[in-house]
């Protein structure tokens, strides 16, 4: 047995195994296919582990006792293998041709009962279409994908032009990889992901972002960031980026430095001309239309409307931190500090106003709501609030402010 053979074999997951050696017994061929094998040669933690069979779905649910119908139009049951820990579901996809895509997203129709190689050919790129029968010992790579891993480059399968325009979200998918593996785009692959801009337009915002937040979460998203400005891709799925300024370099290498929790907000922070209200509606726009989560949106929201604080003086640096919300106060400064890693002022500035307590909301005043009403001798209400919020300004610009007898002076002469 070869070295990369017994590599093989040892990453697969028991459950995995257990289902190939089934369809094998039962006369079918088996095959762990796709990314998880990949990530195997590349010596990476394998994700998902997807099994291709030349055994059609009803077979498939024959031979298992627990299954789950997952996408029978397209050929795909779960099957529940293993135990205990090993214990997973594992897609099996019968091998398939596919009919025309009309829609940019899903062929018409499937063929079952092809060969394994034309199952291959139908898949996005070369690295994704090498499976391994662990059962027989047999790695198939028919398009050399072993070659394009070596030399850490990706390309489609076939005609680049006719993968990308089935299927839009091929586009997304390349460009992800790209930035996930640190590998560099073919020239012919990247060449043609344009013409296949109008079948991006088809696939769902939702599918986007995801394929988005991927590439968001490699080590160095940049270098793909730069490939999808310049073929268009952000322009088509993500406007707000702006892409096209003259500050698209330094804003692509502070995403680069960002934490991942805030590289979505600073893509789509738009140009230097904004004022933070347009700039925080912008990005609330965008991410209700690539359907993001309503804390994901919030917290984009409130780093748009603090992240380009210029002025490192105190009162401004807590004024942004205020309107950021203590929670989100580390961000916002692990954020500056990515803008300017070389011990930026207003980094520096925001860490000692953190350390020190400022209070940067009403409900760190030295004063409560109650203790104002028995101070002013005034009815809970509206006014209650009017004059903490009267307090909380005059701390955010002076914390010496934050005590019990200044706060009630103040309240006192705002609700005068």
Known sequence: MSDLIAKLRAATPPAVMEVCRTLTDAGHEAVAVGGAIRDVLLDRVAGDWDVGTSARPDAVIALFRRTIPTGLQHGTVTVMAGRGDDRLGIEVTTYRGEGAYEDGRRPTSVQFGVPLVEDLARRDLVVNAIAFDPVRGVLHDPFDGQGDLAARRLRAVGDATERFTEDGLRVMRAIRFAATLGFALDAATEAAIPAALPSLAKVSRERVKIELDKLLGAARPGPSLEIARRVGVLAQAVPEAAADGPEWPARVAWIDA?????????????????????????????????????????????????ARAAAPDEIAVRRRLAGAGRALAPLVVAIWRARDPLGGSLATTAEIILARGDALAASDLALTGAGLI???????????????????????????????????????????
């Open 258 to 306: 960002a934490p991942v929790d805030a590289r979505l907000a600073l893509l789509l922070l738009g140009g230097p001309e904004l004022t933070d209200a347009a700039r925080a509606s912008s990005v609330e726009q965008a991410m209700r239309r690539l359907k993001a989560a309503n804390d994901e949106r919030e917290r984009a929201v409130r780093i748009a409307r603090v």
């Open 374 to 416: 028995a101070a002013l001798g005034l009815p809970p209400g509206p006014a209650i609030g009017r004059g903490l919020a009267a307090c909380l300004e005059a701390v955010l610009d002076d914390p010496a402010r934050n005590t019990p007898d200044a706060l009630v002076a103040i309240a006192r002469t705002a609700l005068a």
